[in-house]
């Protein structure tokens, strides 16, 4: 079984960083990818970035590239997502997950409120 905590979240004003971090536990041999996904008030759940487990390639969403950096620490089996130049519109919940191979994101983690205020 894999859980997934995230930490990290809380109130910043716009322009400022965060850092979150996900520590998850469990087999890694199926992983395939590893994401951070955010669900604002009233909107559907996005993808924020993804990395790959094994190669470290990235994705991330137009709305945060050049501010956000995914990265990932196979040993620890941590993901983080630095924040910079942070928005009121980056308010959401954040949230971890994991892909397994040929099943899509299936571990989730129970999310991290990030508050950006003006």
């Known amino acids: 079984q894999v859980q997934l905590v995230e930490s990290g979240g809380g109130l910043v004003q716009a322009g400022g960083s965060l850092s979150l971090s996900c520590a998850a536990s469990?087999?890694?041999?199926?992983?395939?990818?590893m994401g951070w996904f955010r669900q604002a008030p009233g909107k559907e759940r996005e993808i924020v970035a993804a990395?790959?487990?094994?190669?470290?390639?990235?994705y991330y969403a137009d709305s945060v590239k050049g501010r956000f950096t995914i990265s990932r620490d196979n040993a620890k089996k941590t993901l983080t997502l630095q924040m910079n130049s942070l928005k009121r519109d980056d308010t959401a919940v954040y949230s971890c997950?994991?892909?397994?191979?040929?099943?899509?994101?299936?571990?989730w983690g129970q999310g991290t409120q990030v508050t950006v205020s003006s």
């Open positions: 469990g087999r890694t041999n199926t992983w395939y990818t």
């Open positions: 990395i790959n487990w094994s190669d470290g390639a990235t």
């Open positions: 997950a994991v892909a397994i191979v040929g099943q899509g994101y299936r571990y």
